[in-house]
Protein backbone atom coordinates (compact mmCIF):
# COMPACT_ATOMS: atom_id res chain seq x y z
CA UNK A 1 0.00 0.00 0.00
CA UNK A 2 1.42 3.36 -1.12
CA UNK A 3 2.16 5.54 1.84
CA UNK A 4 -0.25 8.72 2.37
CA UNK A 5 -0.02 12.30 3.63
CA UNK A 6 -2.54 15.55 4.23
CA UNK A 7 -2.21 16.41 0.53
CA UNK A 8 -4.00 13.33 -0.56
CA UNK A 9 -7.57 15.01 -0.21
CA UNK A 10 -6.67 17.13 -2.98
CA UNK A 11 -6.62 14.40 -5.21
CA UNK A 12 -10.33 13.15 -5.89
CA UNK A 13 -11.05 9.55 -5.30
CA UNK A 14 -12.44 6.92 -7.60
CA UNK A 15 -14.44 4.16 -7.41
CA UNK A 16 -13.00 2.46 -11.33
CA UNK A 17 -10.22 0.11 -10.38
CA UNK A 18 -7.98 1.53 -12.88
CA UNK A 19 -8.00 5.63 -11.74
CA UNK A 20 -7.80 4.17 -8.88
CA UNK A 21 -4.22 2.46 -9.63
CA UNK A 22 -2.84 6.16 -11.21
CA UNK A 23 -4.29 7.95 -7.85
CA UNK A 24 -2.29 5.67 -5.85
CA UNK A 25 0.60 5.92 -8.08
CA UNK A 26 0.89 10.04 -8.01
CA UNK A 27 0.69 9.80 -4.04
CA UNK A 28 3.23 7.57 -4.00
CA UNK A 29 5.27 10.41 -6.19
CA UNK A 30 4.96 12.82 -4.61
CA UNK A 31 5.07 11.63 -1.12
CA UNK A 32 9.08 10.74 -2.28
CA UNK A 33 9.77 14.23 -3.42
CA UNK A 34 10.72 17.07 -1.09
CA UNK A 35 8.52 20.23 -0.24
CA UNK A 36 9.00 23.16 -2.65
CA UNK A 37 8.97 25.11 0.13
CA UNK A 38 10.45 25.34 2.61
CA UNK A 39 13.12 26.12 0.27
CA UNK A 40 15.64 23.23 -0.45
CA UNK A 41 18.59 25.73 0.07
CA UNK A 42 18.55 26.53 3.78
CA UNK A 43 20.61 29.85 2.41
CA UNK A 44 17.45 30.47 0.36
CA UNK A 45 14.72 29.74 2.68
CA UNK A 46 16.50 31.79 5.59
CA UNK A 47 16.37 34.78 2.68
CA UNK A 48 12.85 34.39 2.22
CA UNK A 49 12.08 34.83 5.63
CA UNK A 50 14.46 37.82 5.84
CA UNK A 51 12.60 39.24 2.62
CA UNK A 52 9.16 38.18 4.21
CA UNK A 53 9.86 41.11 7.15
CA UNK A 54 9.35 44.71 7.94
CA UNK A 55 12.51 44.61 10.23
CA UNK A 56 15.17 42.89 7.64
CA UNK A 57 17.74 44.95 6.69
CA UNK A 58 19.66 45.14 2.60
CA UNK A 59 22.94 44.37 4.62
CA UNK A 60 21.20 41.40 5.92
CA UNK A 61 19.84 40.24 2.81
CA UNK A 62 23.18 40.68 1.17
CA UNK A 63 25.33 38.53 3.02
CA UNK A 64 22.67 35.62 2.58
CA UNK A 65 22.20 36.14 -1.43
CA UNK A 66 26.18 35.67 -1.78
CA UNK A 67 26.23 32.92 -0.19
CA UNK A 68 24.71 31.86 -3.62
CA UNK A 69 26.58 32.52 -6.77
CA UNK A 70 24.42 31.38 -9.18
CA UNK A 71 21.88 33.54 -7.77
CA UNK A 72 23.60 36.47 -7.32
CA UNK A 73 24.48 36.11 -11.35
CA UNK A 74 20.71 35.99 -11.94
CA UNK A 75 20.31 39.41 -10.21
CA UNK A 76 22.57 41.03 -11.26
CA UNK A 77 21.44 39.82 -15.09
CA UNK A 78 17.90 41.08 -14.48
CA UNK A 79 18.62 44.11 -12.29
CA UNK A 80 21.10 45.38 -15.44
CA UNK A 81 18.76 43.97 -18.14
CA UNK A 82 17.16 47.41 -20.65
CA UNK A 83 13.74 46.21 -18.74
CA UNK A 84 14.59 47.20 -15.24
CA UNK A 85 17.33 49.77 -16.21
CA UNK A 86 19.34 49.24 -13.25
CA UNK A 87 23.55 49.69 -12.77
CA UNK A 88 23.86 48.31 -10.13
CA UNK A 89 27.61 46.90 -9.62
CA UNK A 90 27.21 45.46 -5.99
CA UNK A 91 24.22 43.50 -4.58
CA UNK A 92 23.08 45.93 -2.29
CA UNK A 93 22.53 48.58 -5.32
CA UNK A 94 21.01 46.05 -6.84
CA UNK A 95 18.80 45.23 -3.94
CA UNK A 96 17.66 48.40 -3.43
CA UNK A 97 16.75 48.91 -7.42
CA UNK A 98 14.69 45.64 -7.40
CA UNK A 99 12.80 45.59 -3.55
CA UNK A 100 12.79 43.02 -1.44
CA UNK A 101 8.98 42.13 -3.26
CA UNK A 102 11.21 41.89 -6.39
CA UNK A 103 14.11 39.78 -4.98
CA UNK A 104 11.57 37.67 -2.26
CA UNK A 105 10.10 36.87 -6.33
CA UNK A 106 13.65 35.87 -7.85
CA UNK A 107 13.80 33.54 -4.86
CA UNK A 108 11.27 32.00 -5.25
CA UNK A 109 11.36 31.53 -8.31
CA UNK A 110 15.02 29.92 -8.30
CA UNK A 111 13.75 27.83 -5.34
CA UNK A 112 10.56 26.32 -7.66
CA UNK A 113 13.03 25.93 -10.69
CA UNK A 114 15.65 23.81 -9.32
CA UNK A 115 12.49 21.72 -7.24
CA UNK A 116 11.02 21.15 -10.84
CA UNK A 117 14.26 20.67 -13.53
CA UNK A 118 13.99 16.99 -13.30
CA UNK A 119 10.56 16.41 -14.91
CA UNK A 120 9.76 16.83 -18.57
CA UNK A 121 9.06 19.44 -20.65
CA UNK A 122 7.02 18.66 -23.76
CA UNK A 123 8.28 19.26 -26.88
CA UNK A 124 7.10 22.39 -28.33
CA UNK A 125 6.74 23.70 -24.32
CA UNK A 126 9.53 25.72 -24.25
CA UNK A 127 7.80 28.59 -23.39
CA UNK A 128 6.41 26.94 -19.95
CA UNK A 129 8.40 28.96 -17.48
CA UNK A 130 8.15 32.44 -19.48
CA UNK A 131 4.07 31.53 -19.01
CA UNK A 132 4.02 30.80 -15.68
CA UNK A 133 6.38 33.39 -14.38
CA UNK A 134 3.93 35.70 -16.58
CA UNK A 135 1.40 34.80 -15.06
CA UNK A 136 2.60 35.05 -11.52
CA UNK A 137 3.65 38.56 -11.92
CA UNK A 138 0.52 39.43 -13.68
CA UNK A 139 -1.34 37.48 -10.62
CA UNK A 140 0.66 39.33 -7.86
CA UNK A 141 0.21 42.43 -9.73
CA UNK A 142 -3.97 42.26 -10.54
CA UNK A 143 -3.98 41.07 -6.89
CA UNK A 144 -2.58 44.15 -5.54
CA UNK A 145 -5.64 46.17 -7.07
CA UNK A 146 -7.96 44.95 -4.69
CA UNK A 147 -5.77 43.59 -1.29
CA UNK A 148 -2.49 43.51 0.14
CA UNK A 149 -0.20 40.62 -1.40
CA UNK A 150 2.17 38.75 0.93
CA UNK A 151 4.08 36.72 -2.19
CA UNK A 152 1.42 33.65 -1.98
CA UNK A 153 -0.20 35.61 -4.91
CA UNK A 154 2.95 35.35 -7.12
CA UNK A 155 3.55 31.74 -6.23
CA UNK A 156 -0.23 30.65 -7.36
CA UNK A 157 0.22 31.61 -10.48
CA UNK A 158 4.30 30.34 -10.95
CA UNK A 159 2.87 26.74 -9.77
CA UNK A 160 -0.80 26.81 -11.60
CA UNK A 161 0.24 24.72 -14.08
CA UNK A 162 3.21 22.56 -12.98
CA UNK A 163 0.62 19.50 -12.92
CA UNK A 164 1.16 19.55 -16.64
CA UNK A 165 4.95 18.54 -15.81
CA UNK A 166 4.19 15.28 -13.82
CA UNK A 167 1.49 14.31 -16.26
CA UNK A 168 4.05 14.80 -19.14
CA UNK A 169 7.10 13.16 -16.93
CA UNK A 170 4.62 10.26 -14.94
CA UNK A 171 1.94 9.69 -17.34
CA UNK A 172 2.64 9.90 -20.90
CA UNK A 173 0.40 8.13 -22.34
CA UNK A 174 -2.53 9.81 -20.65
CA UNK A 175 -0.82 13.34 -21.40
CA UNK A 176 -0.42 12.99 -25.60
CA UNK A 177 -3.58 11.32 -25.17
CA UNK A 178 -5.81 14.84 -23.55
CA UNK A 179 -3.64 17.25 -25.66
CA UNK A 180 -3.82 15.23 -28.93
CA UNK A 181 -8.16 14.56 -28.81
CA UNK A 182 -10.83 16.80 -30.08
CA UNK A 183 -12.15 17.08 -26.01
CA UNK A 184 -11.51 20.10 -24.23
CA UNK A 185 -8.67 19.73 -21.97
CA UNK A 186 -10.75 19.81 -19.19
CA UNK A 187 -12.85 17.15 -20.29
CA UNK A 188 -9.93 14.89 -21.62
CA UNK A 189 -8.67 14.95 -18.23
CA UNK A 190 -11.65 13.65 -16.99
CA UNK A 191 -12.26 10.78 -19.02
CA UNK A 192 -8.56 9.19 -18.56
CA UNK A 193 -7.63 10.08 -15.19
CA UNK A 194 -9.19 10.85 -11.48
CA UNK A 195 -7.58 14.18 -10.99
CA UNK A 196 -6.45 16.97 -13.15
CA UNK A 197 -3.42 18.88 -14.09
CA UNK A 198 -5.17 21.60 -11.27
CA UNK A 199 -5.37 19.01 -8.59
CA UNK A 200 -1.98 17.91 -8.92
CA UNK A 201 -0.65 21.39 -8.90
CA UNK A 202 -2.77 21.52 -5.89
CA UNK A 203 -1.55 18.22 -4.39
CA UNK A 204 1.84 19.80 -4.65
CA UNK A 205 1.50 23.14 -2.90
CA UNK A 206 -0.33 21.25 0.04
CA UNK A 207 2.58 18.84 -0.02
CA UNK A 208 4.70 21.93 0.50
CA UNK A 209 2.92 23.55 2.96
CA UNK A 210 2.04 26.34 0.98
CA UNK A 211 -1.27 28.44 2.09
CA UNK A 212 -4.39 26.91 1.88
CA UNK A 213 -5.76 30.13 0.06
CA UNK A 214 -2.89 29.50 -2.36
CA UNK A 215 -3.94 25.82 -2.28
CA UNK A 216 -7.40 26.42 -2.84
CA UNK A 217 -7.28 29.22 -5.71
CA UNK A 218 -4.83 27.19 -7.61
CA UNK A 219 -7.16 24.13 -7.20
CA UNK A 220 -10.29 26.04 -8.82
CA UNK A 221 -8.66 28.22 -11.25
CA UNK A 222 -10.47 26.46 -14.09
CA UNK A 223 -13.78 26.99 -12.32
CA UNK A 224 -16.07 29.70 -14.14
CA UNK A 225 -16.93 32.74 -11.90
CA UNK A 226 -20.82 31.94 -12.44
CA UNK A 227 -20.38 28.56 -10.94
CA UNK A 228 -18.71 29.95 -7.47
CA UNK A 229 -21.07 30.79 -4.72
CA UNK A 230 -21.19 34.42 -4.05
CA UNK A 231 -21.10 33.63 -0.24
CA UNK A 232 -17.11 32.10 -0.59
CA UNK A 233 -16.00 35.41 -2.54
CA UNK A 234 -14.03 38.08 -0.20
CA UNK A 235 -11.32 40.03 -1.54
CA UNK A 236 -7.97 39.52 0.25
CA UNK A 237 -9.93 36.89 1.83
CA UNK A 238 -11.12 34.12 -0.10
CA UNK A 239 -9.43 31.72 -1.99
CA UNK A 240 -12.23 31.55 -4.78
CA UNK A 241 -11.53 35.63 -5.72
CA UNK A 242 -7.71 34.68 -5.73
CA UNK A 243 -8.79 31.83 -8.27
CA UNK A 244 -10.53 34.31 -10.52
CA UNK A 245 -7.72 36.89 -10.72
CA UNK A 246 -5.59 33.20 -11.28
CA UNK A 247 -8.37 32.72 -14.02
CA UNK A 248 -8.02 35.91 -15.81
CA UNK A 249 -3.96 35.99 -15.62
CA UNK A 250 -4.05 32.50 -17.61
CA UNK A 251 -6.47 33.82 -20.21
CA UNK A 252 -4.20 36.66 -20.69
CA UNK A 253 -0.68 34.59 -21.16
CA UNK A 254 -3.24 32.87 -23.67
CA UNK A 255 -4.30 35.90 -25.47
CA UNK A 256 -0.43 37.01 -25.93
CA UNK A 257 0.25 33.67 -27.75
CA UNK A 258 1.80 31.91 -24.86
CA UNK A 259 -1.25 29.13 -25.23
CA UNK A 260 0.31 25.58 -24.98
CA UNK A 261 -2.75 23.50 -26.10
CA UNK A 262 -3.22 25.24 -29.36
CA UNK A 263 -6.62 26.87 -28.42
CA UNK A 264 -8.42 30.04 -29.65
CA UNK A 265 -7.80 32.65 -26.76
CA UNK A 266 -9.81 35.68 -26.48
CA UNK A 267 -7.66 38.71 -27.41
CA UNK A 268 -7.14 41.54 -24.73
CA UNK A 269 -10.20 43.61 -25.86
CA UNK A 270 -12.56 40.82 -25.49
CA UNK A 271 -11.23 39.55 -22.09
CA UNK A 272 -11.66 43.46 -20.51
CA UNK A 273 -15.47 42.20 -21.33
CA UNK A 274 -15.25 39.03 -20.27
CA UNK A 275 -17.40 37.74 -17.25
CA UNK A 276 -14.47 37.23 -14.74
CA UNK A 277 -13.47 40.82 -15.24
CA UNK A 278 -16.77 42.14 -15.56
CA UNK A 279 -16.92 40.35 -12.16
CA UNK A 280 -13.86 42.04 -10.84
CA UNK A 281 -14.33 45.50 -11.67
CA UNK A 282 -17.78 44.97 -9.32
CA UNK A 283 -14.92 45.77 -6.66
CA UNK A 284 -12.97 48.18 -7.63
CA UNK A 285 -11.43 49.08 -11.33
CA UNK A 286 -8.48 46.78 -11.62
CA UNK A 287 -5.15 47.29 -13.92
CA UNK A 288 -6.29 47.91 -17.49
CA UNK A 289 -4.89 44.64 -19.23
CA UNK A 290 -3.15 46.34 -21.93
CA UNK A 291 -1.21 48.17 -20.21
CA UNK A 292 -0.72 45.62 -17.21
CA UNK A 293 0.91 43.21 -20.02
CA UNK A 294 2.93 46.41 -21.41
CA UNK A 295 4.42 46.73 -18.33
CA UNK A 296 4.97 43.06 -17.05
CA UNK A 297 6.01 41.20 -20.08
CA UNK A 298 9.31 42.97 -21.14
CA UNK A 299 10.54 42.84 -17.28
CA UNK A 300 9.12 38.87 -17.19
CA UNK A 301 11.39 38.38 -20.68
CA UNK A 302 14.61 39.38 -18.85
CA UNK A 303 13.67 37.02 -16.15
CA UNK A 304 12.99 34.56 -17.93
CA UNK A 305 16.09 34.84 -19.93
CA UNK A 306 18.12 35.14 -16.64
CA UNK A 307 17.17 31.49 -15.47
CA UNK A 308 17.12 29.87 -19.02
CA UNK A 309 19.53 31.03 -21.08
CA UNK A 310 23.18 30.66 -21.03
CA UNK A 311 25.87 34.08 -20.44
CA UNK A 312 27.34 34.03 -23.57
Not at 44 to 56: G, M, P, T
Request: proline share 5%; charged share 20%.
Amino acid sequence: MYPAGPFEDWLPNTSDPVKAQLRSRLIYILNSRSEILPAASSAQKSLAQLLSSNESSVEECRQIIELDPALVSRIFRVVNSAAFGGKATTISEAILHLGFKRIRELVFSSTVFAQFSTLQTPPGWDLFWLRNLFVARLTEKLSSAYFSTDGSEYLAGLLHDVGWLFLATHFREEFDWIITCNQAFTDAEKEVLPFGHADIAAAISARSLLPLRTVNAIAHHHILVAAIPEELIVPGESARFLSVILAVCDKIADGCQMDLLGRSAPTLEQLNQSPEVRWLNRFGKGSDLQSLVAEELPQVQAIFSAFFTETR
